[in-house]
Antibody
Framework: QVQLVESGGGVVQPGGSLRLSCAAS????????MHWVRQAPGKGLEWVAF????????NYADSVKGRFTISRDNSKNTLYVQMNSLRPEDTAVYYC???????????????WGQGTLVTVSS | EIVMTQSPVTLSVSPGERATLSCRAS??????LAWYQQNPGQAPRLLIY???TRATGIPARFSGSGSGTEFTLTISSLQSEDFAVYYC?????????FGQGTKVEIK
């Protein structure tokens, strides 16, 4: 069965950095686009970033562009996001999310990890 | 950016009754619209995609309709496990955007 397990969350000071990881299993990781979606405490869902199945294309929300970098290692079935210049408004649960369709461009999200909490505070 | 607006913000429904949730896009997303359910403390779960296709394992009491800018999620007879927050999402354009959510609560 599909499993997405995030790690790397924690408390960081404003201006600091953090790298989140997502270990994927139960499917052919290299065939699917992947995303990060976040949810601030008590708030709704916000899409953060996307990376194509082969790692050759990505997209970012304006709120994180230039500060976050999404990447993947298909040999390790792992998704990453490097988060720099963190701000208090980046405080959220970060979900690793798999696309439904194989090597597609217009596809919803079918599997979500349980999330990892990032808290940006001094 | 396409803005997704859900209504109502909160819907109070009795068990066994029908719930109708709405989602409006600020511009056409054709049929590239999904609905997700989120229970407290849990990750979202895909219910409906392509506006009207139920995801794997989703009960038939959930149905979706609409295209372009107006979409509806209907739960025909609410069960206890259906009281949750529901989000619509468009995947037609970048950035992917979600509605603010509709909370379905017990009346």
């Amino acid at each position: 069965q599909v499993q997405l397990v995030e790690s790397g969350g924690g408390v960081v000071q404003p201006g600091g950095s953090l790298r989140l990881s997502c270990a994927a299993s139960g499917f052919t990781f290299s065939n699917y686009g992947m995303h990060w979606v976040r949810q601030a405490p008590g708030k709704g869902l916000e899409w953060v970033a996307f990376i194509r199945f082969d790692g050759n294309n990505n997209n970012y929300a304006d709120s994180v562009k230039g500060r976050f970098t999404i990447s993947r290692d298909n040999s390790k079935n792992t998704l990453y996001v490097q988060m720099n210049s963190l701000r208090p408004e980046d405080t959220a649960v970060y979900y690793c999310v798999k696309e439904l369709a194989f090597k597609s461009t217009l596809t919803p999200f079918d599997y979500w990890g349980q999330g990892t909490l990032v808290t940006v505070s001094s | 950016e396409i803005v997704m607006t859900q209504s109502p913000v909160t819907l109070s429904v009795s068990p066994g009754e029908r719930a109708t949730l709405s989602c409006r896009a600020s511009q056409s997303v054709t049929s590239n619209l999904a609905w997700y359910q989120q229970n407290p403390g849990q990750a979202p779960r895909l219910l409906i995609y392509a506006a009207s296709t139920r995801a794997t394992g989703i009960p038939a009491r959930f149905s979706g309709s609409g295209s372009g800018t107006e979409f509806t999620l209907t739960i025909s007879s609410l069960q206890s496990e259906d009281f949750a927050v529901y989000y619509c999402q468009q995947y037609n354009n970048w950035p992917r955007t979600f509605g603010q959510g509709t909370k379905v609560e017990i009346k």
